[in-house]
């Protein structure tokens, strides 16, 4: 007479390594999925530029290895003199190199270098019906950039300083604070002050039980604050020309699942 195996019996012929391994298999396999998904969801930083995944390497014999980009950690921009009213049409304007007040060499043409591409920001942003780019008036000193802006006919001066500048390479840690200014070039006067700070801290790996992270930045790391700051404070201004695009006025962070111009 043929008997069945007991259900005990069944389990004690089989390794534990053939009954839980296959199921830790699926549960490794799963996390990973979920790992894609938090990496995917969050490729957009809150600095307008995307936090993309580089790379995925490795198998469940190893570590998965993901990379990437890093992002610009800053806070929203620091106003303290701005318009009661909205202007409601684009003004034209002149853009004065900005005048860098940290100590370094050649710091008027760093400045000239380097304001070129806040200038650039700001006339895709097209707050401005004519945005000239002007390096006569550089360094910065506002009557006389308000003398050169009345002569050439604009109605706004745009100008502002480098406070703060810190290259750390793609490697390093980079940081850069900038004070943007708008002036009424018919009266002298500010109608636009702010100012803003951001940081890239040095790429760095985050290591867990089943991956790794790995931050990857940029070659130039101090231009992409520098536009990201740009845009941020450009946006500002954007509002106050054309209600139509109010500026954002809630924490960069909440812009965390956004696409931006960067």
């Given at each position: 007479?043929?008997?069945?195996?007991?259900?005990?019996?069944?389990?004690?012929?089989?390794?534990?390594?053939?009954?839980?391994?296959?199921?830790?298999?699926?549960?490794?396999?799963?996390?990973?999925?979920?790992?894609?998904?938090?990496v995917a969801g969050c490729s957009r930083a809150p600095d307008d530029t995307s936090r993309t995944e580089?790379?995925?390497?490795?198998?469940?014999?190893?570590?998965?290895?993901?990379?990437?980009?890093?992002?610009?950690?800053?806070?929203?921009?620091?106003?303290?003199?701005?318009?009661?009213?909205?202007?409601?049409?684009?003004?034209?304007?002149?853009?004065?190199?900005?005048?860098?007040?940290?100590?370094?060499?050649?710091?008027?043409?760093?400045?000239?270098?380097?304001?070129?591409?806040?200038?650039?920001?700001?006339?895709?942003?097209?707050?401005?019906?004519?945005?000239?780019?002007?390096?006569?008036?550089?360094?910065?000193?506002?009557?006389?950039?308000?003398?050169?802006?009345?002569?050439?006919?604009?109605?706004?001066?745009?100008?502002?300083?480098?406070?703060?500048?810190?290259?750390?390479?793609?490697?390093?840690?980079?940081?850069?604070?900038?004070?943007?200014?708008?002036?009424?070039?018919?009266?002298?006067?500010?109608v636009w002050s702010m100012a803003q700070g951001g940081l890239m801290d040095a790429r760095q790996v985050?290591?867990?039980?089943?991956?790794?992270?790995?931050?990857?930045?940029?070659?130039?790391?101090?231009?992409?604050?520098?536009?990201?700051?740009?845009?941020?404070?450009?946006?500002?201004?954007?509002?106050?020309?054309?209600?139509?695009?109010?500026?954002?006025?809630?924490?960069?962070?909440?812009?965390?699942?956004?696409?931006?111009?960067?």
């Open positions: 007479m043929h008997t069945c195996p007991s259900v005990s019996g069944a389990w004690r012929g089989r390794s534990f390594e053939d009954t839980a391994w296959p199921r830790m298999r699926i549960l490794f396999a799963a996390v990973f999925c979920l790992l894609l998904f938090l580089r790379g995925v390497t490795g198998d469940l014999s190893m570590p998965i290895q993901v990379q990437v980009s890093n992002f610009v950690r800053r806070q929203p921009p620091a106003i303290y003199v701005r318009p009661r009213e909205p202007l409601g049409y684009r003004p034209t304007a002149l853009f004065v190199p900005l005048r860098t007040v940290q100590q370094m060499s050649n710091a008027v043409t760093f400045s000239n270098m380097f304001s070129r591409q806040i200038w650039q920001v700001w006339l895709s942003l097209n707050a401005f019906s004519a945005l000239e780019y002007d390096t006569s008036a550089a360094p910065f000193e506002p009557q006389r950039a308000l003398a050169i802006a009345r002569a050439r006919g604009a109605q706004m001066l745009v100008s502002g300083y480098i406070n703060h500048y810190m290259d750390g390479g793609s490697g390093g840690t980079s940081s850069l604070s900038l004070a943007m200014e708008v002036y009424d070039v018919k009266t002298g006067t500010v985050h290591d867990f039980y089943l991956f790794s992270i790995t931050e990857v930045n940029p070659e130039d790391p101090s231009s992409l604050i520098a536009r990201t700051l740009a845009w941020d404070m450009g946006r500002q201004v954007l509002g106050w020309v054309d209600p139509s695009h109010p500026a954002p006025r809630d924490s960069s962070w909440t812009d965390m699942f956004k696409s931006k111009a960067f």
